[in-house]
């Protein structure tokens, strides 16, 4: 499955926790944008990947716009 065919099965609209974006190799969930945690979170920092935004004291979520722009400019 490609990354363009894991987008089109986003919501139009929500947020997505990490693993959603990056896979998680433990369940078997497909990346949508195939990188490690380290380089993710480098890219948030620099600006290439979009801000998270706190949706509780430990929970990061991402808007699901955000990351189809993104996979949309790659």
Known sequence: M???HNA???PETGFLR???II???KT???PLIPVKKTCWWDGVKSGRFPKPVKLGLRVTAWRVEDIRALIAAA
């Open 23 to 25: 896979g998680d190799p």
């Open 28 to 30: 078997g969930l497909p």
């Open 18 to 20: 990490l693993p959603q």
């Open 2 to 4: 490609t990354t363009e």
């Open 8 to 10: 089109q099965r986003l």
